[in-house]
């Protein structure tokens, strides 16, 4: 510290942590202002300005200097309020919490002896406060900035960051918010590209990051019992111990959370097989938007009656309730399993062997499409691995280890269409895992190619696939915008990239004629 502001600020920071105050943050930066200190006595979050500077330091007086920063922190408090008119009804105090005077400070140069309270902000309720503890509420800057978007890229504008670690502490928050009309944001691990975790202007973030235990693994049931926070991949490996895996497995699952799968009803490659989040979670236990706890449904093999709340649940977005714990449906692992591959000439002639593969008996447990110009980026990724053709299409067939030629056998037969350039039952393990990841890097790849590219997740029935890569195909050369096409064709569900250059103006024109554009009906 070489600075005299610097070294007031910590004498005044020690002073207040001695009377017992609590750091949140220091150096605050609001859109409306600076603030030195963030603290906290129990029930009050009060924004603190150190006032300090030797006379000399400004070549002013310490008065005017004072009275022009107290006027500075009251605009900032004033239009903090006007920009957050909920907290202006808030039955709480807004104090500006004055600096008592370091024990060895001049006070010609030091801190201010303690003022009158002047306007600042609480910003919740005791109980609120009282609940979280440590670093469990956040308000620093870069906390706002790192939860405040997601992998949409859209930033946003959080009033704090809650990090619970109990239901009941979930209970409290969603509570507290009720109470003050904060709105409240639910956040896995901002792995979504929609911006659907990104929080509104003046929101809380609630994030499930920190509820990360797996509280059973229960192979008799076939059944996990998980909280939120667990990332994907976490569960991924503690099921497989006991021989067993759940079946969404996005691309993100070393990074995603169990709670935003469910809340996305995210899927994967093997989703064609064994189905979504939708279709492997038996129920969940979450807070609704009064701050209530219940139970979706016991979790049974079989309902039989009554409204199904898990399904309500699943795909909601954080919008009906926070899911605070979930029961999910394991599968045993397969036997065996073997990767095939298909090349073809063009999009075309894969899509249409895509739905001779659906409509024989042996369903592949994984059914990827790639077109020429994924292809192209994931041979910079995994070299001679991937062949170089106009499409590609990744199989997977598994189950009973005596069933495996059978069914490679049924997929070789479908892919025989006009435009095959070659099929490959890829026996080689290590070879197949690099083309696989090849596959999972694509997304980040096509985002450091063009930042702003728009991702349009789009799902037609199978048999429409040769329809909408020929579509794709049409909106590409109208739009002067380069499309780049892969995802799980078992499913007719591809991810439709459009490499926007956002410095390109008739791009920028192009884009939403583009995205309006509706494939015309088949007839
Ligand atoms: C490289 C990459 C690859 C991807 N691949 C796939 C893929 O193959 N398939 C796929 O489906 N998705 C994919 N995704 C999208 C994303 O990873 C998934 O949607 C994932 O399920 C989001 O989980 P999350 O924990 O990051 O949730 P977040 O992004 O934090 O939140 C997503 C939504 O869920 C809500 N939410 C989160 N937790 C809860 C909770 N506990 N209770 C209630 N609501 C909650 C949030 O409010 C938000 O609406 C990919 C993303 C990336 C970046």
Redesign the pocket.
């Known amino acids: 510290m070489n600075d005299l502001g610097d070294r007031y600020e910590a004498l005044a920071l020690a002073h207040l942590q001695a009377a017992g105050l609590r750091l949140l943050a220091r150096n605050f930066q609001t859109r409306f202002g600076e603030l030195d200190l963030v603290m906290r006595d129990g029930d009050v979050v009060a924004f603190v300005e150190v006032r300090y500077r030797a006379r000399a330091d400004y070549g002013g007086g310490a008065e005017s200097v004072t009275a022009s920063k107290q006027r500075k922190l009251a605009t900032a408090a004033a239009q903090f309020l006007q920009a957050h008119p909920h907290l202006a009804s808030l039955p709480c105090r807004f104090d500006v919490v004055g600096c008592p005077a370091p024990r060895n400070a001049r006070p010609s140069t030091g801190c201010a002896t303690p003022s009158t309270p002047e306007p600042c902000r609480t910003l919740f309720s005791t109980s609120f406060a009282r609940t979280l503890h440590g670093d469990a509420l956040q308000v620093d800057d870069e906390a706002l900035q790192r939860y405040g978007r ?2 949409s890229k859209r930033q946003g504008e959080p009033l704090a960051v809650a990090l619970p670690r109990t239901r009941e502490e979930v209970v409290a928050i969603v509570q507290a918010c009720v109470e003050h009309g904060v709105a409240l ?9 929609t911006g ?2 990104v929080p509104d202007r003046g929101a809380l973030v609630l994030s ?1 990051e920190r509820m990360d235990r797996i509280l059973a693994i229960d192979p008799g049931q076939r059944l996990a019992v998980v909280e ?2 667990v990332l994907n991949l976490a569960l991924q490996r503690a099921a497989g111990g006991h021989g067993f895996f759940w079946p ?5 699952a070393d ?3 169990i ?11 093997r989703t064609v097989k064994y189905g ?2 939708r279709d492997n979670v038996l129920s969940m236990v ?1 807070v609704d938007g009064r701050g209530r706890l219940f139970h979706s449904a016991r979790p049974l093999g079989k309902l039989a009656t009554g409204y199904n709340l898990t399904q309500l ?1 699943v795909g ?4 009906l ?4 714990e979930a029961t999910l449906r394991l599968q045993p692992q397969p036997q065996a399993s073997r990767a095939l591959s298909a090349s073809f000439r063009d999009v075309e002639s894969a899509a249409l062997a895509v739905t001779r593969i659906m409509a024989q008996p042996a369903t592949p447990s994984a059914l990827e499409f790639l077109d020429g110009k994924s292809l192209r980026l994931a041979r910079a990724h995994a070299g001679d691995d991937v062949p170089e053709a106009g499409a590609l299409l990744l199989i997977e067939v598994d189950g009973a280890g005596d069933s495996i030629d059978g069914q490679a056998a049924a997929v070789r037969d479908a892919v025989q269409v006009e435009g095959l350039l070659a099929f490959e039952a890829a026996g080689d393990r290590a070879r197949r895992e690099r083309v696989w990841a090849a596959r ?1 890097a694509l ?2 790849a096509l985002r450091t190619l063009a930042p702003k590219k728009i991702n349009e997740d789009v799902v037609v029935p199978v048999p429409r696939l040769p329809e909408l890569v020929a579509f794709l195909d049409r909106l590409e050369r109208d739009s002067g915008i380069l499309i780049v096409c892969f995802g ?1 064709a078992g499913n007719g569900n591809l991810h439709v990239n459009l490499m926007l250059d956002p410095d390109n103006p008739a791009q920028a024109a192009a884009a939403p004629v583009a995205l309006a554009r509706p494939m015309p009906c088949s007839p």
């Open positions: 997601d992998d944001t639910t956040r896995g691990a901002g792995t979504g590209t659907a975790a499930l939120p926070g969404p497995d996005p691309a993100s990074r995603c959370t709670g935003g799968n469910l809340a996305c009803n995210a899927g994967g490659p979504a989040s979450a649940l909601s977005e954080g919008t309730a926070v899911i605070v999972r997304s980040p799980h």
